[in-house]
């Protein structure tokens, strides 16, 4: 049966009829700048920044803005069939959740709320080795739920095999290894708060989880919590690999893996060359390169270059289902969506990720019917138009 997410608008005529509007606005804007309201400063800057002087978290935005989608008439659309498969798991429609770190500083049942809101809606939630949470509590939290877990690589092997051997006993299936953060950027705005929101979230689980990482210290954690974050950040970060090193992670994850942050046609073609299973097109929602290329221009180029022989995902900058479908048509399998459900859970833990999430995923399911459009497979260049 394929889902039919457009139901959601149905739902709310009905509300609208009995006198009662939803809680939280449907509107990504307008619910960013609630955010921002509810939030304390630190928090939402902390998520809503980006890299230097903020011109790539626009960037990601312009290029969604200057393609535009030309719609076709009388294709009969009626019925819509979202699904895919991405790294083997199948889909119901070609959303996940991205890797979102320190969500503890958002909501306090941060990814808890997220991974019960995902399981809700079928929806992969990608779980941060950044977490506030451990890896065990969000996989009880997330029941069913499909888990894929990210990895920051610890500059340790054995904190590495460890962690990876944690994911796998809770059931995560596959692993998405984040390649350009290997140290955090230029960041004013975090730079300003001494990155105490960052420090607050990440200090309560993971310096105090991991036995390896545990092992590695001087002091344990409850000695000197300090100490502990901050070689959590130095070996969380800090050291770049080569693609050569990828064979490590293969050996230590039977499932498949992807890895995120790609923005180069030859990137692409090395990560295949190293054996993996999928790419996640990103700049990392415009936190890491100031002034680096949007990502969805970035896109295109990759597609190409790699074929089928991997899965190609994307992320930075999605908000809308029209993004979605414009991120599809220009190759991706499936896109990753960050800030607005991180935005959604301040307003209401998990009933706010679920609200975003279900808005999401109706505007995509409408958007794809009224563009004359019954399945993703419809989508290809011929469906855009590009301003100049
Ligand atoms: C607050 C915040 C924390 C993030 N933490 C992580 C993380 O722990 N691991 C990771 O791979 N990416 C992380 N990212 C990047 C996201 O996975 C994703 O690439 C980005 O948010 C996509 O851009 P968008 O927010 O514009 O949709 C983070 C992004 C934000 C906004
Ligand atoms: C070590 C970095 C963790 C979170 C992250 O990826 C981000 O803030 O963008």
Not at 64 to 80: G, H, K, N, Q, S
Not at 299 to 309: K, Q
Not at 340 to 355: D, F, I, K, N, T
Request: hydrophobic share 40%; charged share 20%.
């Amino acid at each position: 049966m394929p889902a039919q997410f457009g139901s959601y608008q149905s739902e709310i005529y009905l509300q609208g009829m009995s006198g009662v509007v939803p809680a939280f606005t449907n509107d990504p804007t307008a619910l960013e700048s609630s955010a921002r309201e509810l939030m304390e400063p630190g928090p939402y800057w902390y998520v809503a920044g980006g890299a230097g002087s903020g011109a790539t978290v626009r960037a990601n935005r312009e290029a969604f803005d200057r393609r535009r989608i030309v719609p076709r008439m009388l294709t009969d659309a009626t019925e819509r069939d979202v699904s895919t498969t991405v790294l083997g798991t199948e889909l119901a429609a070609p959303v996940l959740l991205a890797p979102i770190g320190v969500q503890s500083i958002v909501h306090p049942d941060g990814e808890l709320a997220t991974a019960r809101a995902a399981a809700e809606l079928g929806i992969p939630m990608i779980l941060s080795t950044a977490s506030s949470h451990t890896i065990e509590e969000v996989a009880e939290a997330s029941g069913d739920g499909e888990r894929w877990y990210q990895l920051y690589w610890p500059n340790s092997d054995d904190v590495t095999v460890s962690v990876l051997e944690r994911a796998e006993r809770a059931g995560y299936t596959a692993l998405v290894v984040t390649l350009d953060t290997w140290t955090l950027a230029w960041r004013p705005h975090d730079l300003d708060q001494s990155y105490l929101p960052f420090i607050r979230g990440i200090g309560t689980a993971i310096p105090f989880s991991d036995p390896a990482f545990r092992a590695s210290l001087e002091r344990t954690p409850e000695e000197d919590r300090n100490s502990a974050v901050l070689r959590w950040v130095q070996m969380f970060t800090g050291v770049d690999k080569s693609w050569e090193r990828l064979a490590f992670l293969r050996e230590h994850w039977s499932g498949p893996i992807a890895v995120k942050g790609v923005l180069h046609p030859d990137d692409a073609r090395r990560a295949v060359d190293a054996g993996m299973d999928g790419i996640v097109v990103s700049n990392h929602g415009g936190r890491q390169v100031d002034g680096s290329v949007a990502a969805l221009d970035a896109l295109p180029g990759i597609a190409e270059a790699v074929g089928d022989r991997v899965d190609v995902l994307f992320d930075s900058g999605v908000r809308t289902g029209a993004d979605v479908i414009k991120a599809i048509a220009l190759g991706a399998k499936a896109v990753l969506l960050g800030r607005p459900w991180v935005y959604g859970l301040a307003h209401g833990g998990q009933e706010g990720v679920r609200h975003v999430l279900r808005g999401l995923l109706a505007d995509l399911d409408l958007t794809l019917g009224l563009t004359g459009n019954r399945s993703l497979a419809d989508l290809g260049r011929h469906t855009l138009m590009e301003n100049s």
